[in-house]
């Protein structure tokens, strides 16, 4: 048994069994690959050992000499935090180990068992109670700013989603996130699946809009040998993939009508046929869906179903634009900069008052996203110190800060200025800048400028500027 090899273990047992012969034998065993084992006779015994001591599970018999090992059950789970019981019995008490699984028993052995089963049996509370724990130790977080990673926000519209975060992720309750591109949706569908019960099974993502229709299909269900030219194989689909765990349909709304009545049929009847197949797949997966578009503007113009909408909608969560989150913005910019900080090796310390307020101001159309690649961009080419104005993007300055940007002067050692020359200079920068953003287009050129087309081709020709590829 184990080849001799002992195990690490940290976890304390409790075994509580009137055989000593027995109570010796699984001191022993479990001692011995690493467990540490306190081991009593009696129901008092037991009660005395745990008023001294902290246990991650119990073995119990449920027939002792001085007490019904049920009654004890009842206590042990009545404690605070749930301490984990592990019922032993006869043959004949397997209708009593039955009711003590329904009375919040982990599992039952039935005697005689075999040591190695015990073991296995052991490991896999111990790893369940670990995993309850570490889900406990989220949802505590989840009550916080932080949850999950890049989940930050105190403003009221990520306070409600962070709401429905807590109340929903336990559920197997189908759920639509909304909101534009890059405002965090799927890191929420992952935080819903990693507080949840299935978080140790599969979260399996599918973007619905960035996949050929005629692809997306096997993507979602499989396909059998043969099913279409290519098929040399068989092939699960993501819903078999995630089977146990939660499927995340990113871009919902970008589905084809044909498969949307493939994926209500899933829902309704949590079954489905691969392509080419005759024979349905039953499967257990909890559906989280997303997407940008105004599924009910889709509605209504005959582009998505109706039933489908309602069967994904059961309960919606929307996800605010980053611009609408007030100082959200400049925390998330904290929290970015920290991890990037790590990654990348940077030591980047903060941002000055002034960029602080300039981003405040812009309006993220990338929203989240935006914003993490800003602060990754400035961890890998700035490195190193306060992040200023002069580090962020044009786009992000307004149309004045662009201009003094762009033509800055330094006067403080010069007598004087040529006032012409230099509005030639700007002049002549500007009109190159335009030409070359339109690819040297002129009616585009001219929109872009605000002028008169006749007004530009006569700089032009006044100035000299001509297409290089006239040249």
């Known amino acids: 048994m184990n080849g001799g090899v002992v195990h690490k273990h940290n976890e304390h047992l409790l075994v509580i069994e009137d055989e000593v012969e027995l109570r010796e034998s699984l001191t022993e065993i479990l001692g011995h690959i690493g467990y540490h084992v306190t081991a009593v006779g009696t129901a008092h015994a037991a009660r005395t050992a745990l008023n001294e001591g902290l246990f991650d599970l119990v ?49 039952f052995l039935r005697k005689p068992f075999d040591m190695d089963e015990l073991l296995v049996r052991v490991e896999e509370v111990l790893k369940k109670r670990q995993l309850v724990q570490e889900h406990r130790v989220l949802r505590q977080e989840v009550q916080g700013m932080q949850v999950g990673e890049g989940v930050v926000g105190r403003c009221p519209s990520m306070q409600k989603v962070l709401e429905t975060v807590r109340l929903a992720a336990d559920s197997d309750t189908t759920i639509l996130i909304t909101g534009e591109s890059g405002t965090g949706k799927e890191v929420i569908a992952r935080t819903l699946h990693e507080l949840s019960e299935r978080a140790e099974k599969p979260f399996v993502p599918i973007n619905c809009g960035a996949i050929p229709e005629e692809l997306l299909e096997s993507e979602l269900f499989g396909h059998v ?13 993501r819903f078999e993939v995630a089977n146990g765990g939660t499927i995340f349909l990113d871009e919902i709304g970008d589905m084809s009508p044909k498969l949307q009545v493939k994926l209500l049929r899933v829902l309704q009847e949590r079954c489905f046929e691969p392509v080419g197949s005759h024979q349905p797949v039953e499967v257990d997966v909890r559906v989280l869906a997303a997407t940008h578009r105004d599924l009910e503007e889709e509605i209504r113009n005959g582009r998505f179903r109706e039933d489908l909408y309602y069967r994904l909608n059961v309960i919606p969560l929307h996800m605010p634009p980053l611009r609408a989150r007030g100082d959200d913005i400049l925390l998330l910019a904290e929290h970015f900069m920290q991890q990037f900080n790590v990654e990348k090796g940077a030591r980047i310390e903060g941002v000055d008052e002034e960029t602080r307020r300039m981003m405040m101001r812009y309006s993220w159309p990338g929203n989240v ?55 030639e200079e700007y002049e002549n920068r500007l009109l190159g800048m335009a030409l070359k953003r339109c690819e040297w287009n002129k009616n585009q050129a001219a ?13 032009l020709k006044k100035k000299g500027m001509q297409s290089p590829a006239s040249n």
């Open 59 to 107: 073995l119990l018999d449920v027939r002792l000499p001085d007490g019904d090992g049920i009654g004890l059950l009842q206590e042990f789970r009545a404690q605070e935090g749930g301490l984990e019981v592990m019922i032993m019995t006869g043959f004949a008490d397997v209708e009593v180990a039955v009711n003590a699984m329904r009375l919040g028993a982990a599992d």
């Open 225 to 237: 040998k043969g099913a279409f030219t290519g098929a040399v194989k068989s092939r699960p689909g």
């Open 369 to 423: 996203r935006e914003l993490s690649n800003l602060m990754e961009r400035l961890a890998t080419l700035k490195r190193e110190g306060v992040v200023g104005v002069e580090d962020l993007p044009s786009k992000m300055l307004s149309e004045e800060e662009r201009l003094d940007r762009d033509f800055d002067i330094d006067v403080s050692e010069m007598e004087c200025v040529d006032f012409n020359a230099l509005i």
């Open 447 to 459: 929109k872009f400028l605000s002028l008169n087309r006749t007004t530009l081709v006569e700089k």
